[in-house]
């Protein structure tokens, strides 16, 4: 594991230590319970609309303790999770709650089988800027055809904005120091170019229903062609 990784995986552990298998502890820390309450149910409403009718066989990369897996799993008892998890604790507690977990970096991590559905959850914006496309590549490979890829990742916004203006260490959105934050389009270009993709549908998360501000992330939902 390099050094970027290493750094994260102890300053997950410690979030952990603090917060334990919660929302605020894979959220906003600095959030009051109902505001992440409200971000989690944006997403879970777009994750359950963007699956397929009955999804066989997920997975969830950086999937922290299950809090999205664990919604799957309420709706679609009979899918096969797999989760991977830089922070052993969250990945104890996957493996305890919902299926297999490795205890892996997605970037160590390598898929043996095929997925109908691949999941990125908050976690892109902890990889390395330059290893983005390889390892969207990589599992997108790994996605069968007709397969769903949904990403959820923080885009610009005005918590970054003020986080720039004030220069101020704390505002990072979920904790750890080493955030990517995604310019508007870079997410969607990625997505684009993996061969066989049709973005089906973008969505801003905001704090202000139907309006989409503050933007706080931005999802993607993408099909991959029945024959690539
Ligand atoms: C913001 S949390 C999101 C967790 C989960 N996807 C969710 O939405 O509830 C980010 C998670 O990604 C994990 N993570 C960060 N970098 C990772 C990497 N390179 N490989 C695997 N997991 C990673 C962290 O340990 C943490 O659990």
Redesign the pocket.
């Known amino acids: 594991m390099d050094r970027r990784?290493s750094d994260?995986?102890d300053s997950?552990k410690q979030r952990h230590g603090a917060l334990g298998n919660t929302?605020r502890?894979?959220?906003y820390k600095n959030f009051p319970e109902f505001l992440n309450n409200y971000i989690h149910a944006s997403?879970v409403k777009f994750v359950l609309n963007q699956l397929p009718r009955s999804p066989r066989h997920v997975l969830?990369?950086?999937?922290?303790?299950?809090?999205?897996s664990a919604e799957i799993q309420n709706v679609h008892p009979s899918a096969k999770l797999q989760g991977?998890?830089?922070?052993d604790e969250?990945a104890e507690q996957f493996r305890r709650d919902l299926g297999d977990c490795a205890s892996?970096?997605?970037?160590?991590?390598v898929p043996t089988e095929q997925f109908d559905v691949i999941?990125?959850?908050?976690?892109l914006?902890?990889?390395a800027p330059d290893e983005v496309a390889v390892n969207l590549a990589r599992y997108w490979d790994a996605l069968a055809p007709g397969g769903r890829l949904i990403v959820?990742e923080p885009c610009d916004n005005a918590l970054i904005w003020l986080r720039k203006k004030t220069k101020a260490r704390n505002i990072s959105?979920?904790?750890?120091s080493l955030v990517h934050y995604f310019a508007s389009d870079e997410l969607g270009s990625h997505l684009d170019r993996l061969s066989g993709s049709r973005i089906i549908r973008k969505e801003n998360f905001g704090l202000f229903p139907l309006l989409g501000v503050p933007r706080l992330h931005c999802g993607f939902s993408v099909e991959k062609a029945a024959h690539s």
């Open positions: 990784n994260l995986k997950w929302r502890s894979v959220l997403h969830d990369l950086g999937c922290g303790y299950g809090r999205i991977v998890e830089l922070c969250f892996a970096t997605i970037q160590e991590y999941l990125f959850v908050t976690v914006m902890y990889v959820i959105p979920t904790g750890g």
